[in-house]
């Protein structure tokens, strides 16, 4: 007797097979794996013997992580996560109250000692003792040490829990840090984002449930998978940077045109994440910040997110038009479109040199003008 | 301790309730003779804005909340455009309106499924004739109308997705309005989500038009309806109600208070005020203060114009993060209840002729409120231009004063917003919750919960007593906003 996993989840969770599959193939998307680790995360998910405990903890936080994963769609989170681990503690969703929850809190510790996945939403405020955040008496740096004891996995969801997010921002009043600033002896993936996009949280999950361990990350703690390219690289205005054509302010000419927000302070080239490859909010394209008009603001970022004023331009650290585009003819502005820049410096073979030149004016242009 | 003398309980951690709570009960035979609410949690979002740049302030102060974060986004925007002077297109106007109606007909969907009606699914109830309907319907993680409650949200969120981008935390809105234009494609789109939430709400929550439960008059005509409708969730709820007395239940005597919602040329669909206990008064807040006297909080009781945010943690007397605000020296109650009243809708003005502000009259509102906001919502998306302009630009301010007042599903939020030499020198908020779960103040006066809590029920074997769940879960509190 040999039941198709699939079939028992689908039939346990009411989700056609074919959504199921293509929320799997998302994820392995979203991860860029190779082809067949589709199938592979849909195995692992469906035929899991044992669901992974998972412990959420929330602290300093605005429950926007959370919230951000409640609207994931195929399927939903309330189906998949809570049919595929197993949530023994999350303080919003979680049906008990008072000292029940925190008595299913210790159970589901006890019992699934080296083996949980600790999840963390929010940052820990580290001054005066930590009297800023205290749940059922305890502080939260108390416990963090204490849940990150004996987890299998420790995941610090959002900007707050990876670095101290939004609570840190100068002058920083509560002492706000990251997970990794409390459990020094394990290693910590970060997946920031303000708040992060839902998908990757739960590729790094699937990752865990399909290869029995996380993601590759970076020295942050990030994945590599989501925080490896810059947003500038992917954004669907980029053509519009290379051609110089710059919206000023909201609502102008530029800004109606759907053109490059960097001179409003958009800070995706400087903004490791991939919001503009796999988007927001489920309805395709155009659902993510620039995508809707509004500059990046980092929020991914250590040091710009929340810290770096949202009108400063950010630092290119690329500043080259493929070489594939065409030369575009600038309508807006003045002078040399960068595409046009990098076409005549190609030509005199010093495209990278006169590339970072612009870019440079660029800001110092506006730095003038600024003053004047 | 024995029997006679008077128990003390401390219930918390809360679940099912946005961020962390702790309520500390004194008892006396086997009822509440006195609470103290506190927030226990505190980031200091005032202080971080600060000196920052006023544009900041569009990135920072949302992120106090992630689940009225459209709220506190266009507070932030309201303030900055009365500090710049600047008024928002008519497109703008509409999306604003969409944003903040979809959120807050959002939260109502999610608070009654998803953390109010699971607690009559309490073993406590088990004996209870519609305790079997309440665990088919909404036992947490998998009762029918719960998991259905969750799909609609994440479906009719894409609301969001077409106006702001992301949700929470969207950048979209601006002080001159939205940064993102709506073309023809995408306004059908909206049209269309807004038909499928009403759909949903009509065919499960009621079992009957929105305008039949919009139309509703009085205490029997809540009673027809739940006859009638018996089938729909909303009548489940009125039939728990009357067999647990829910009317009775976590009485809080007012004044309550609205700052307005939804304006537009002709005037706004819920008009500010303050309701006194029998009429609506003109809404004037030179009387306003927030009091630290009971929060680990420096400093005097203050206009939040002039406010200040000092934690001090050595106050002998301070039980909470949360400073109290009073209007003219009075706790005020806020929320879908006060608003309601406040707009004059006969039931809610009948329930509270019968027995004011409680558990019953506070959930009923916020029914009434989905039922009201979706025909708006439907006109709203159809009245949006595509060809017209959505946001007009900022305009700098160098020394200037702001007040951004929204109304958040939650009830009032305001935004207070000082400039100086094109820096932030002061930014004051009073969130919804910090009205509702504020501590004493000053004259030892308790705030709407603290009230509303005395005299609850509480078993002798109840670690979590669970009237009183009832009563803090019907003000839908949001703890991340109280304190921010």
């Not at chain 1, 500043?319 to 005549?344: N, W």
Request: hydrophobic fraction near 45%; include cysteine.
């Amino acid at each position: 007797m040999h039941q198709d996993p699939i079939s028992t989840l689908e039939a346990k969770l009411g989700v056609s097979r074919r959504s199921f599959l293509q929320f799997c193939t998302a994820l392995a998307a979203t991860m860029g794996l190779p082809k067949g680790a589709d199938a592979q995360i849909a195995q692992a998910l469906a035929g899991a013997a044992k669901r992974p405990s998972v412990i959420w903890l929330h602290f300093q936080e605005c429950t926007g992580c959370t919230e951000s994963l409640l609207r994931a769609e195929h399927p939903t989170l309330e189906k998949l996560i809570l049919e595929i681990i197993s949530l023994d503690y999350h303080e919003s969703l979680f049906a008990a109250a008072g000292h029940q929850a925190e008595a299913a809190r210790k159970a589901a510790m006890e019992a699934n000692k080296g083996k949980y996945v600790l999840v963390v939403e929010g940052a820990i405020p580290t001054k005066d003792g930590g009297i800023y955040c205290k749940i059922g008496g305890h502080t939260a740096m108390e416990l963090t040490k204490e849940c990150a004891a004996d987890a299998a996995a420790i995941i610090a969801i959002g900007s707050c829990a990876s670095w101290g997010g939004m609570p840190s921002t100068p002058p920083n009043p509560t002492g706000a840090a990251g997970v990794n600033a409390i459990v020094k002896d394990k290693p910590v993936v970060t997946i920031p984002g303000c708040p992060p996009n839902p998908y990757n949280f739960l590729a790094t999950v699937a990752h865990f449930l399909t290869f029995g361990k996380l993601p590759a990350i970076d020295e942050k703690g990030r994945p590599l998978f989501a925080y490896s390219r810059l947003i500038h690289e992917n954004c669907e205005r980029r053509a519009h940077f290379d051609a110089g054509r710059f919206a000023n302010e909201f609502g102008d000419e530029g800004h109606r045109k759907g053109y490059c927000l960097y001179k409003l302070g958009c800070k995706g080239p400087e903004t490791y994440a991939n919001c503009p490859s796999i988007l927001f909010g489920d309805v395709g394209s155009g659902s993510w910040p620039v995508g809707t008009g509004h500059p990046c603001v980092g929020c991914t970022e250590q040091g710009i997110g929340f810290a770096k004023p949202i009108h400063a331009l950010a630092d290119l650290k690329n500043t080259y038009p493929p070489a594939s585009y065409p030369r575009i003819v600038e309508d807006q502005g003045q002078g040399l479109s960068f595409g046009s820049a990098a076409l005549v410096a190609g030509i005199a073979g010093a495209a990278a040199g006169a590339g970072a030149m612009l870019a440079r004016n660029l800001g110092r242009k506006d730095d003038e003008s600024d003053k004047a | 301790m024995s029997g006679a003398a008077p128990a003390r309980r401390i219930v918390g951690p809360f679940n099912r309730v946005e961020g962390d709570l702790e309520v500390h009960l004194d008892l006396d035979r086997g009822r509440i003779a006195s609470a103290r609410v506190n927030a226990p949690l505190f980031r200091g979002f005032e202080t971080m804005l600060d000196g920052k740049p006023p544009s900041d302030a569009l990135v920072l102060a949302p992120r106090i909340c992630g689940i009225c974060s459209v709220a506190q986004s266009q507070a932030t925007a309201k303030a900055l455009a009365a500090a710049m002077g600047l008024a928002i297109p008519d497109n703008g106007r509409r999306a604003f309106h969409l944003l903040l109606g979809a959120e807050n007909a959002a939260d109502h969907l999610v608070h009654f499924h998803l953390f109010f009606m699971p607690d009559f699914t309490h073993a406590a109830y088990a004996g209870r004739p519609w305790h079997g309907r309440a665990l088919q319907r909404f036992q947490p993680g998998a009762g029918q109308a719960l998991v259905a409650a969750a799909r609609l949200r994440a479906r009719f969120f894409q609301v969001m997705g077409i106006l702001a981008g992301k949700w929470p935390h969207s950048l979209a809105l601006q002080p001159g309005g939205s940064s993102k234009p709506v073309d023809r494609g995408e306004r059908s789109r909206l049209r269309a989500l807004v038909a499928e939430f009403r759909a949903h709400v009509e065919e499960h929550l009621f079992t009957a038009p929105l305008e039949a439960f919009a139309d509703l008059a009085d205490r029997s005509d809540l009673a027809r309806f739940a006859a009638r409708h018996a089938g729909g969730d909303a009548a489940l709820f009125l039939t728990i109600a009357a067999d647990l007395g829910l009317a009775e239940l976590g009485r809080a005597p007012g004044p309550a208070l609205s700052y307005g919602a939804y304006a537009e040329a002709e005037g706004a669909l819920l008009p500010a005020g303050l309701w006194d206990g029998k009429a609506v008064r003109p809404l004037d807040l030179a009387g306003l203060v927030e009091d630290p006297a009971h929060a680990w909080m420096a400093g005097a009781a203050l206009h939040p114009g002039q406010g200040e945010t000092r934690p001090d943690l050595a106050k002998p007397q301070a039980y909470s993060w949360c400073k109290a605000p009073r209007l003219n020296g009075q706790p005020v109650e806020v929320g879908a209840l006060a608003r309601q009243l406040i707009a004059g809708h006969p039931l809610i003005r009948a329930l509270w002729a019968d027995r004011g502000s409680n558990v019953e009259s506070r959930v009923v509102a916020r029914l009434l409120e989905i039922a009201r906001l979706v025909p708006a919502l439907e006109r709203w998306a159809a009245e949006l231009e595509p060809d017209r302009p959505f946001c007009h630009p900022a305009v700098p301010i160098e020394t200037a004063q702001g007040v951004g007042l929204v109304e958040a599903a939650r009830g009032g939020l305001g935004h207070w917003l000082t400039v100086e030499d094109g820096r932030i020198a002061r930014y004051q908020i009073i969130a919804p919750t910090t009205w509702n779960f504020s501590p004493r103040d000053g004259a030892g006066m308790p705030g709407p919960l603290e009230q509303a809590l005395v005299g609850v029920p509480v078993g002798n074997d109840e670690a979590t007593p669970i009237a009183v769940q009832h009563v803090v879960r019907s003000f839908d509190p949001c703890m991340v906003c109280t304190v921010h």
